[in-house]
């Protein structure tokens, strides 16, 4: 069996001939990628639903919203009242700190390539740790082997030993 990573400056190797402490490490290594991907994929949820609770909302105003009372959010959880100055054109967050003011079919349209740009980035990072779930399988299922086969040698080696001191007496 090999375990090959398709990210350039990667290369092969054979698990089979890595030793128990090495196919340890690599197993270790794979758990602590599998992690981070876990982590990356939660991060872009948060956002994904983000821009999609962004984009429900744009998509909820309309021309006769002008001068209703709102609720505008400062945070996550604290919001202020208002009222609707302009419902042709919303200011959006584009990150960093960064506010834009589009109309109303820009800012869909912006939310709309966000969503799909998060989704396929969480389609990326999944196949990737699904990859590595498959390399880590493999190395512990080259790991019990070789465990089995140690067993099997140390049994061998105390019949062995138990045979000898058998033929002495």
Do not use: W
């Amino acid at each position: 069996m090999s375990a090959k990573d398709s990210h350039e400056g990667m290369q092969e190797i054979d698990i089979t001939k890595l030793t128990l402490q090495q196919l340890s490490q690599l197993k270790q290594r794979l758990e602590q990628e599998l992690q981070m991907y876990q982590s990356s994929l939660q991060s872009l949820k948060v956002a994904q639903t983000r821009y999609l609770n962004s984009k429900e909302s744009i998509e909820k105003i309309s021309p006769d919203c002008k001068g209703k009372e709102i609720l505008v959010p400062l945070t996550g959880s604290i919001y202020v009242p208002g009222k609707v100055a302009d419902a042709d054109s919303v200011i959006i967050d584009i990150g960093t700190g960064y506010y834009v003011q589009k109309d109303l079919d820009s800012a869909k349209d912006y939310m709309k390539r966000r969503v799909a740009f998060v989704t396929e980035q969480m389609e990326k990072i999944q196949a990737m740790g699904q990859e590595k779930g498959c390399i880590r399988d493999a190395v512990m299922e080259v790991m019990e082997g070789k465990i089995q086969q140690e067993i099997g040698l140390q049994k061998a080696a105390l019949a062995r030993a138990a045979g000898a001191t058998a033929g002495k007496s």
